[in-house]
Structures are given as C-alpha cells and as structure tokens.
C-alpha cells in the first residue's frame, strides 16, 4: 500500500531522528497530527501559541545541532510562526516548519484564512516551496531538509489541506545527504596571517561561538600569543570555564577589563564571530579574522587578512607558523583588570550589600526601597543551579545579569535571542531544552515583561509536567528600554508595567510558586526552587533602578542619565 504525503513527512522525520514535533492543531495539519499520532517514535508537544512552539523548535535545533520541527495550521497558524522562525534563521539553527493551506483548488482565490506561505516566508527562510502534487514527495521534503541542515536556516514545506492524505503512485524512501565539507585557507593566506601575527606586541582575540568546537586549539592560540581573550554572549558556553586567558564580553553587557583588552593592543585576532556593535571595535589595529562564511570576513571592522574556513582546521594549520611570545604583560594586566571587576560585581551581588556602610550610602541613590538587587539572584541561581543545567535568557537585562554573574562551568549550555533580540523567548526555549534533555536541570531567565508576552505557554509546560525552572526578574519595567532612554537623556515613558503576583498565576495553573520580597529570603527561595520536583516559578521583586554600567561608560552617558533623573523628578 502507498503512503500518504503525511507519512512521507512523518516517517522523514523518523529516520532523521526527530523525537518533538512542536505547533497547534488545526484542520489542514490534521492528516500531519494523525500520523504523528500512530508514530512509535514521535511526539506532538501542543503549545498554545505557534509563536512558543517555533521558539521551542529552534532551541532544540541550537542545543543539538539536528533538524527541529515546528508547524502551523493554515493562515494565521502560520503566520504565529514567523517570529520564532526568525530567531532560528538568525542564529543560523536549521528548523524546518511544516505549513497548512487552503485546498489546492482554491489557492488564489482570497479563500478564508489563505496566506502566501511561499511570500510570507521569503524572507526568513533559505528554502520554501508548496506541495501540488502527491508524487513531489519524498523529493521536496529532501531538498526542504538538505537547506535547512547545510546552510543552517528555516525550511518551509506548505502542504494544502487536501494533499495530506492523499497516496503516492510511486513511493520510495527518503533519502538524506547532510555531511558538511571541513575547510581552512590556503597556504600563502596562513603565512600572511601568520606574519602579521608575530610581527605583533598586544595581540587580542575576540571569540565567538563559531569557534566553539575549537576550545583546544583556541587556548593553544591564546597561550602561544599570551592573549587575553575576550568572549561574545554566545562564545561563554565552551570558553568562559577553565580559562585562564578569557576576560569576559565586550558591549554593553560587558566589562572594562574586556573594553581595555580591545583598546591597548595592536592586532586583533577575531575567531568565529559576528560581533554586530562596530563602536565596539578598536580602532587602528590590525586585524585577522577567521570565519567559515566569506561573506562575514571583514562586514563589522576593517580586515587586514581574512581568512574563510573551519576554526579548529585553520588554527591547526596556523599554529605551527606561530612564535611564542615571551611578554605576558598585555594578558596580565587585561586578566587582573577582569579579577578586580569581579570581585566589585561579587560584593555587589552579596545580599548584605545595602546593609553595609558604602552599600546604604548607594541604596539612598538607587535602591530605597530595599529591593533586591537583581545581581544578587543572578548570583544566587548561579551558586544552587547544576553544573550541566541549560540556561535560557530573555532579551534585555536578565541577559544583563546572567552574562555577568552566570558562569558557563561544567556542562553547562546557554541560549537566548542573541541575534534577533526577540522578547519572550527564554520560556519557550526551556520548553524545547527541557524536551531535548530530561534529565538535564532547565533554567529561564525570564523578564517579567517577555514571561507576560507568552504566559499562556505556562499551561504547555504543566501539560507536559515540565520540570523547567522560571526565574523572574520582577522589577515591573521594561528595564532594558528604561535604560536606553535615560542614557541620552528622556525620562523613562511607556516602559512600567502592572504587573499580577505571577507566583500566585502559576500556582493557578497547578505549577509551583514561590514569591520573594525580602533580600534575606533569597538565598533560600533559591535553595527551595531547584529542590522542588517538577517545575517550579520563582518570581523575585527586583530593584527596577538598577544600572549596568557599561564597560566603557562614555561622558554623554552619563550626563544623559542624569538629565533624565531630573526629569523624571521634576
């Protein structure tokens, strides 16, 4: 007997180790739910917005580097998808999503609920196209997931309402071909690389997750060089533990031992990084940079030798032609600035700051209430979560607080909307984690204005008896945008929030609760959050005041903000 296109998609899916199919039922995916349905190895996770399930698809695809899977229902099903879709398309994870339609008799017709799949998605996706035909399959699917997998990007496959179920005249098996080709440069572009190098004083790398697989021959770099290191968001999970060369981010996230790293010296070796923030780059160094994509050598900062291939096969090949430098003093000073900036964010983070004398004469400035401090959380989570936990951040300043008090020890993963900058994402992408790895602790650190954007997702992960840790940074703002307005100048507007007590929401929905007020009850609500069994949402009342000083805070920040304080005064 033949297939069904359903089943052609579904047993795809199967043979490429697909376990989590993630969207919201609807009548033009239901022969696709059906054979989900009968499927020995797959399962539906019903959320209740496509825009959670896409997100939950692309953390799956980011933590494993394998295909996820997403799909919406004809019209606005699809259309929910969108956002999630573009997280993934930017972090370049490969996801495919599999799309009602209308029948394919009225496509054209301005039909209730028709969308152009093939345009709504032109621009998020690397490939997309719509079945007409039964016997297209398996072939369409295999090009939809070659795309996806090869150039690390969304697939969209539409499937009218009425070709689910329809049978193949001829079936065959789908077949699948996804090595990737290693690569790194030629010989004379290694040597000039490799001149320019040793030729050098200072030289700084600046590492991004693109070199992620690449730790051992990334350190033997910094140590031949006597580099400090300085890390971008991503580059923390595989470099920031066990690393006596990193000295943190740069950006505003980050730091001034990382800033000056930058600064004072006179070559900057860039390795597997995008870094987008041009006023962020130093200038007048020479630069190096090795990137597997052409096209990124050279887009962000002048390149003075750029170098297209894998990281780990270039830096093999570049090493050996590679001096030991015998000076340490530009590692040493950038790693001693990094120690001391730590130990200032440590006491900042103790939450018996503001009790003592130099905290209360800060506390009167910024902190009257006594509220928590949200380092202090960050800081906390960071002492009781796992050593192979996998953390998810919200956009804003929970990512803030966990780039500067979380550290990537252990096993630990880390993923967030680090390129698109999407609010709402932490939540769903711990749904997708926690699936990916059960056994593994999950941690979201969820603004309590992107947690609201998608708080009905709260009842996917009591469906599915998720046991994902939410930790809300409750300071009643939008706190990142508060932030980019007083730095030049305009009083906060538009950015407080009235909020509920959300540990009392989700004891509503059935999962656990817990409400913190009091500094002095953190570190036990800490304790009691990740000894709790099943999932657990921990919302903290912090102080909405607080300010990341950036690593190279400049004076028109600093003169914006406080006209922006006697403003909002006034």
Known sequence: MARTVAHVIVN??????????????????????????????LTWVGCRHEEAAAFAAGAQAQLSGTLGVCMGTVGPGSVHLLNGLYDAAKTRAPVLAVCGQVPLAEIGSDYFQEVDNDLLFRDVA????????PDQMPRMMESAVRAAVTQGGVAVLTVPGDLGDRELSEDRPARFALDRAVTRPDDPALAEAAALLNAASRVTLLVGAGARDARTEVLRTAERLASPMVLTLKAKEGFEDDNAFQVGQTGLIGNPAAAHALESGDVLLMLGTDFPYREWYPQDVKVVQIDSREDHLGRRTPVDVGLAGDAGATLRALLPLLEQVADREHLDDARERFVHWQEGQRRLADPAHDRRRTGRARAALDNPDHLIRPEALAAAVDAHAADDAVFTSDTGMATVWLSRLVTMRGSRRLIGSYNLGSMANAMPQAIGAQLWSPERQTVAFCGDGGLSMLLGDLMTIKTYALPVKLVVFDNHRLGMVKLEQEQVGLPEFGTELDNPDFAAVARALGIEGIRVTDPADLDDAV?????????VLLD????PEEVAVPGRPTLAQGWGFAVAKIKEML
């Open 12 to 41: 795809a899916l199967e043979e490429l180790g697909v376990q989590h199919v993630f969207g919201v039922v609807g009548d033009a995916l239901n022969p696709l739910t059906e054979a989900i349905r009968t499927s020995a190895t």
């Open 126 to 133: 690397v490939h997309r196209a719509t079945v007409t035909s």
């Open 527 to 535: 304790r009691q959050a990740f000894s709790t069994p099943g999932p």
């Open 540 to 543: 903290v009342l912090t102080n």
